[in-house]
Each structure stands twice: as structure tokens, then as C-alpha cells.
């Protein structure tokens, strides 16, 4: 229950009404003072102080002051008048309420009113703000752009100031020209005389160089100005081989597949680095006889001299000790077809060509290598188309290998002659 | 960007001109405010137009057509009287053309087997000594030197090992042209490599590698002993070599830029001051350059060999012209800071470079 304060004084004049309202020991703050145009309410909890007025006030010019423990209130009337009593007398329940609730919904409205008309002003302030800085902005840009005009300008006079004088010159030139033109003849005179007579030559270009009898003008417009010097003969033809950076691949950045060769030459490494299993066979042999490329050395050498049995002993050792080098089994291809294994040799070169993957410039020749052995072990099946195929992929690689050529187009014969024949 | 911004070169834009092929070189002529367009048009002819600078405006003066696309030109090796145009075209012809009677060639030759990337000429227009040559370089690999006198043999001829698998040679430079004997040309190629010959010893003197295709070399001066020299490359890199100290080993000297992403494609030196640079880049794009020298210019390396020590390179201003990428770059060796440029949206456009006095 609120305590109502009901001690207050209040005097009035024709246009104002003065009310004192003390409020001992406790603070008042504006949000504790609620006026409308008919309803005056001071509330601090737990006291309260209400007044219907009798008549409206003009709530918006009202002021309220507190201080010393009193609110003073000046409320301007609306009407001009004397009132009878502050509060209206015969106030019953209903109406106060009505009257409430009306004062309280017309302040909610007041500050929603409040709260539109400062966004808007906000909003107009805000465009004014841009707007400004828009215009400063145009302004330095106009200015950099007449410097710039300025310039431009400048440059254009001094082009063609540049130009004309230019001009003058060339026709300075022509005159010179003229003129040199009739001394002509007597100079030449003069210096036929001098030549036979003296070996110096002045440096003028008249005798020596010129071929062209036909215009003596031209040459004679600069003969006092320029002192020609005997030009060198044509330098001594030559010839300067030169190499190209050579790369592991020999492609420039833009055209690598770096992708496909740095694969490529991963598995060399890890081919060179896997050394298979069962070494327990192997203890007794030397320390060389277990290093791959020593015995595909010995192979190669082997097969060289014909002793193909020796070669393909030295390659399965090799291949036991590392199965993934693709010359092993290219070599021991051909040592197969020398022995005239041919299943085997198609067998070495199919694995060789697995290993070969993936296809790039740097295994090319071993890739046509397996390729055409395999094709002439299909031949001598004679599985001719097998082996044509074999030939034409290794004629694809390498184009311009001759014997490559020749022997697809006698194979071919030969299956066109073996289907005519069945 | 401040006025003192506006203290640096400014690149104007002074005249614009489209065209109707496509252009691959565009040359001043020598002494006039004339330029010279070399291109290809659609029906696979070569083009061939003479412009001069008139008021705000190109006029086009000459059309020549010929049976084969330009390439490019040089006018390095005529005299000043007769500006000969010296052209590689997509044939791998050569030819040089009096542009007063350009039907017949007044030298001709079929140099290459495919198309002449890059020319080159020396000893004319009163600069350096010797006897005039020119360079060619092709798609072929190789690189041949010409001399006007001398018909259907090179003077030298550059190309690769027996077997070896040839690289197309993108850029020809000379250089190091101070008396009558020395020469030295210098090739670079897609691969990357860099190759300098000398001709007075008929060898390879020195050869690298900057792992990106060479677009553009150029010496700074032609007709000096050998001071700078600038190689652009795929990838918007390039690098300033220090030429005047080779080591044994360690060759020349050099410090390299990124620039963009994009190829730079030319390179160019202001004739009246071989320290600035202009590159052309794959985007449009023009930048110049100030190449400040070291406190000292060689030292010596542990073992007491000289070395020689690359200095740095400096931006000064840049700007974008166009979208497609500028592909051929010349200064005008009259008036200092005028310089053409020709890309490949088909124009041909003249830039004015001001403050070069004050670079």
C-alpha cells in the first residue's frame, strides 16, 4: 500500500499554477514524475502522490524542479483562468482510473512520437554527413584530375614546339643542300686533281663507297658534315654450336608434367632402395654379386659376347634381389628371345612395361625397346596381330625409326596375305 | 595522392589510334615524328603502316602489304640517310625495305625455317662503330647474324648441337658495340636460357638460366662497352645484370623484380638515359623504372676473383593502359620521353613521359 503524501501547497496566477510538494529523506528523480495534460502523478515507493488536475496544463513546457527536499512544480494552463481547487473535486473511482490509463497511454504515444522525430533527424543527418564527404571527395578528384589536364596540355605544346622546330631544321637542311648542289661540279674537279696527285684521302665518302652514281645528292648533303670511315668487311662466316640447359626433363616450367614425372622418378628411387626378402640364400654370395646394377652390368656383357644362358642367370639373381628395375626384365627379354623362350620374353616384357608407367619422355627408349621385343615374340608365335599392335604402339612413341616402320609393314603383308590364303 | 605524388614522371596518354589487324611491332622512324606499325591482318597478309604525329592526332601516311605477317623491325643497322627497315616475318624471312619504294626489297633472304621472333640491328644510325648487322632470332632455335653486303649466308650462325632438341629463341639483343670489332649479341630462349656471344671470338661467353622463358633483352646502350642488361620473363619477373664484371664462375651479377603475375613483355631503355627503363606487362600495364648503381660496383669473393655487384631497382610510375597485354615498346630517340606503344586489343598508342629531367 502506498503511503500518499497529501501535504502540499500550491498558489496560482492567471497562466501558471505553482505547487510545492515536500518529500522529506527520500531522492526524487525525474523518472519518478509523471505529468500528462490533466494527470499529475510523483511516485517514489513507497510514496505517492497523484492529481487530477482541474484543468489541462500544458505538459510540455511544464517544468519540475527538485531540490531541498520540496518538487517544485510551474505548470502553465492551458486556458487561461482561475481554477477553484488544484485537483478536480468530485474525482470518483472510475474516472480516476479512466483518467489513468488515458494520461498513461497519451505519454506512451508522446514517446513513441519523440522517438520517430529523432530517427528521423538522425536519418537526415546522416545523408548530410555523406553527401559532405561526397563532395570533398569530387573536389580533390577534380582538382588531381586538372593537374593532370594541365599537364597533358603542357606536354602537347611542347610536341609540337619539338616538331616544328624539327621542321625548320630539315628545311635548313634542303637549303644547305641547294646550294652544295651547285658547288658540286667544281669539287668534284677539284678533287679528281687532288687524287691523282696525293694518296691521303679526306674522309669524304664520295669515291669510295657509294655505287650508286645515280644520286649524288644524297650523300653529298652530309659530305662536309660526316666523316664516314671505311666500314669493316662482312665478318668471316661462322658457325657457334651451343647447348640447352638440360634438365632432368628437358621441358621449360610451363610445359613440365611435373606431376607425372616426379612420379616417374619416385619410383626409380624406391626401386633402387627395395631390397626383396630371403636374403638368407644369398649370405654366401659376394658382396658385388648382391648389387643389382652390378650383375645387369655382368648380364649385359654376357649377352654381348652370346652366352645367353649366363646372361639370364645373372638377371633372375638381379631380379631376386630387387624386382622393380624394368631394365632387368627389358634385358632378360631379349636374352629370352635370343634362347627363343618366347612365352618368357613376352612374359619380361609386359612386366617391363608395367614398370615403365608413367609414360614420359625419359623412358621412351626403353619403352620402344620392350615394345618391339615383345611384338617379334608374338611374331614368332606367329600371333601376328598381337605383335602388330606391339610394333605400332612402339611406332607411336618413335615415329621416325626406320626398321620400326618396315617391320610393321611386313608383318602387316603377312596377315593380309595369311586371311587372303584361308 | 598528394601533389608531391605529382613531382614523379607522369605517363600521359597523348594520342590513341585502333586499328583493324592485329600489330606486333611499332618502331619510331629515325629523325621525324613519324611511326612505322607492323602487324598482321586477317587474311593472313603481312601490314605494314607509316603514321605521322599531326596536332592531337596519327595520320596514317603509307599502307604496304606483304605476302607474309611482320613480326618485327629494326631500324639498328641503316644509315640516317636511308632508313632501311630492316623485317622478320612469320616465313622466317628477312628483308630490308626502302620505305620510299617498298615493292622490292633491297635485301631479302629466307633465314629461318619458321618464324623470326626477334630482330635486331647495329651499327647504324650513327651509333657505334663497325659495320652494320643485324640479328635474327627464331622459332628454330637459332640465331643468325646478317649483314646487308653479304646475300644468303649469315655471318654467324648460333644454333644447337647436333641431336639436341631445339628451344625457340624469343629475344635478340647487341651490345658492347664501342669499336670495330667488338660485338656481342645476346639471345634468350623459352626455356629460360640467357646466351651471350661474342663475335669478335666467335663463342659463347657466358650462359644462364632464370627457369621462366625469356620475353625481352636489351642492353642499356648498343654502342658502350657492356654495362646493363635487362631480361624480362614469364611469370611478371625481371632482372638487371650487371655486365661490367664477369666472375669465372658466377657469371654476371643481378637483381631481379616481381612485378604481377603477368609476362612482362618488352623492355625498353630511355635512349637519353640509360638508367630508366620502361617494361610492358601482360596486363596492360606500363611501368618505369630507375636502376640506382651500388657504392662500388665490383668486389672481390673469397678466392680474389672479381665480382661484380648488381645494384637496385626502383619504381617510379606505372599505369594501366589496356586490357590485353602490350606487346611491342619503342622511345623516340628525338624527343626525350615521347614513346609509342602497340598492344594487342589493336591499338597503337603514343605516351608522353614527363620530369625525366628531374628522375
Not at chain 2, 644509315?79 to 622490292?104: C, H, K, M, V
Not at chain 2, 651500388?294 to 678466392?303: I, L, N, T, Y
Request: proline content about 4%.
Amino acid at each position: 500500500m502506498p503511503v500518499w503524501l497529501r501535504e502540499y501547497s500550491w498558489r496560482q496566477t492567471g497562466a501558471a499554477v505553482y505547487l510545492s510538494l515536500p518529500v522529506r529523506g527520500v531522492r526524487v528523480t525525474p523518472a519518478n514524475i509523471f505529468c500528462t495534460e490533466q494527470y499529475l502523478k510523483v511516485s517514489i515507493p513507497p510514496f505517492l502522490f497523484e492529481a487530477i488536475l482541474y484543468a489541462p496544463i500544458d505538459d510540455t513546457n511544464s517544468t519540475a524542479k527538485i531540490g531541498n527536499g520540496n518538487v517544485f512544480f510551474t505548470l502553465y494552463k492551458k486556458e487561461v483562468g482561475m481554477w477553484d481547487s488544484l485537483t478536480l473535486a468530485n474525482a470518483n473511482k472510475e474516472k480516476l482510473q479512466y483518467l489513468r490509463e488515458n494520461a498513461v497511454l497519451k505519454a506512451h504515444e508522446k514517446a513513441k512520437e519523440e522517438t520517430e522525430a529523432k530517427k528521423v533527424t538522425k536519418q537526415e543527418h546522416k545523408k548530410y554527413a555523406l553527401e559532405a564527404t561526397m563532395k570533398l571527395e569530387e573536389a580533390e578528384r577534380k582538382r588531381i584530375e586538372d593537374l593532370k589536364e594541365k599537364e597533358r596540355q603542357k606536354v602537347t605544346k611542347e610536341l609540337e614546339l619539338w616538331k616544328k622546330q624539327q621542321e625548320d631544321a630539315e628545311k635548313q637542311k634542303r637549303v644547305q643542300k641547294e646550294l652544295h648542289q651547285e658547288v658540286e661540279p667544281l669539287k668534284v674537279k677539284k678533287k679528281e686533281q687532288m687524287n691523282k696527285t696525293s694518296i691521303l684521302n679526306e674522309g669524304t665518302s664520295e669515291t669510295r663507297l657509294k655505287p650508286t652514281k645515280g644520286c649524288p645528292s644524297s650523300y653529298n648533303m652530309f659530305s662536309e658534315n660526316l666523316k664516314e670511315e671505311q666500314l669493316p668487311a662482312p665478318r668471316s662466316a661462322a658457325t657457334i654450336k651451343i647447348n640447352f640447359t638440360s634438365r632432368v626433363f628437358p621441358t621449360a616450367l610451363r610445359e613440365s608434367r611435373v606431376a607425372e614425372e616426379e612420379e616417374w622418378l619416385r619410383k626409380q628411387a624406391e626401386a633402387r632402395r627395395t631390397v626383396s626378402a630371403d636374403l638368407s640364400e644369398l649370405e654366401d654370395l659376394k658382396e658385388e654379386e648382391k648389387n643389382p646394377d652390378w650383375l645387369k652390368d655382368k648380364g649385359n656383357k654376357m649377352f654381348a659376347t652370346g652366352n645367353y644362358l649366363a646372361a639370364v642367370n645373372a638377371y633372375n639373381l638381379a631380379v631376386r634381389l630387387n624386382n622393380k628395375l624394368p631394365l632387368l626384365y627389358l634385358n632378360r627379354a631379349a636374352c629370352h628371345l635370343k634362347l627363343r623362350n618366347l612365352h618368357k620374353a613376352i612374359e619380361d616384357s609386359s612386366k617391363a612395361l608395367e614398370l615403365l608407367t608413367p609414360p614420359v619422355p625419359d623412358n621412351e627408349n626403353a619403352r620402344v625397346k620392350a615394345y618391339v621385343r615383345r611384338g617379334t615374340a608374338f611374331c614368332q608365335l606367329e600371333l601376328y596381330t598381337e605383335g602388330l599392335q606391339d610394333y605400332e604402339a612402339a611406332l607411336k612413341i618413335d615415329p621416325k625409326n626406320k626398321t620400326i616402320e618396315k617391320d610393321a609393314e611386313k608383318i602387316r603383308h603377312l596377315i593380309q596375305g595369311t586371311t587372303q590364303d584361308s | 595522392m598528394s601533389s608531391a605524388g605529382l613531382e614523379r614522371p607522369q605517363l600521359v596518354a597523348h594520342v590513341q589510334q585502333a586499328l583493324s589487324y592485329t600489330l606486333f611491332d611499332c618502331k619510331w622512324v629515325p629523325r621525324s615524328a613519324r611511326l612505322l606499325c607492323l602487324g598482321s591482318a586477317a587474311r593472313g597478309t603481312g601490314l605494314l603502316q607509316l603514321y605521322e604525329l599531326r596536332g592531337g592526332r596519327l595520320v596514317l601516311l603509307r599502307e604496304i602489304e606483304k605476302a607474309k605477317p611482320l613480326k618485327c623491325g629494326t631500324f639498328g643497322a641503316t644509315s640516317l640517310q636511308q632508313r632501311y627497315l630492316a623485317t622478320g616475318d612469320f616465313g622466317g624471312n628477312l628483308n630490308i625495305w626502302n620505305l620510299e619504294a617498298p615493292e622490292i626489297p633491297v635485301y631479302s633472304v629466307k633465314g629461318h625455317k619458321e618464324i623470326i621472333n626477334s630482330i635486331d640491328g647495329v651499327g647504324g644510325l650513327g651509333i657505334g662503330e663497325g659495320a652494320p648487322e643485324i640479328v635474327t632470332g627464331s622459332r628454330d632455335g637459332t640465331v643468325k647474324v646478317w649483314d646487308p653486303r653479304q646475300k644468303d649466308t649469315p655471318v654467324a650462325n648460333m644454333e644447337p648441337v647436333q641431336g639436341e632438341s631445339k628451344r625457340d629463341c624469343w629475344t635478340v639483343a647487341f651490345g658492347n658495340a664501342y669499336n670495330q670489332e667488338e660485338r656481342v649479341v645476346c639471345a634468350g630462349y623459352d626455356n629460360g636460357d640467357i646466351k651471350l656471344f661474342d663475335l669478335k671470338t666467335m663463342s659463347l661467353r657466358w650462359e644462364t638460366n632464370i627457369k621462366n622463358g625469356v620475353c625481352s633483352l636489351e642492353f642499356d646502350r648498343k654502342d658502350v662497352n657492356m654495362n646493363k642488361l635487362v631480361a624480362t620473363s614469364l611469370e611478371g619477373k625481371f632482372h638487371v645484370f650487371d655486365m661490367r664484371t664477369q666472375h669465372p664462375t658466377k657469371g654476371f651479377a643481378s637483381v631481379s623484380e616481381k612485378v604481377q603475375k603477368s609476362t612482362i613483355w618488352q623492355v625498353r631503355h630511355l635512349p637519353q638515359n640509360r638508367d630508366i627503363f620502361m617494361t610492358s606487362g601482360g596486363a596492360g600495364s606500363l611501368h618505369l623504372w630507375k636502376y640506382e648503381y651500388p657504392a662500388q660496383r665490383s668486389k672481390k669473393d673469397s678466392e680474389g676473383a672479381e665480382m661484380g655487384v648488381a645494384g637496385s631497382v626502383s619504381l617510379l610510375q606505372n599505369v594501366t593502359l589496356s586490357t590485353q597485354p602490350i606487346s611491342s615498346l619503342d622511345w623516340s630517340p628525338d624527343k626525350k620521353g615521347l614513346c609509342v606503344c602497340g598492344a594487342f586489343d589493336q591499338t597503337v598508342r603514343v605516351l608522353i613521359v614527363t620530369k625525366l629531367n628531374k628522375v
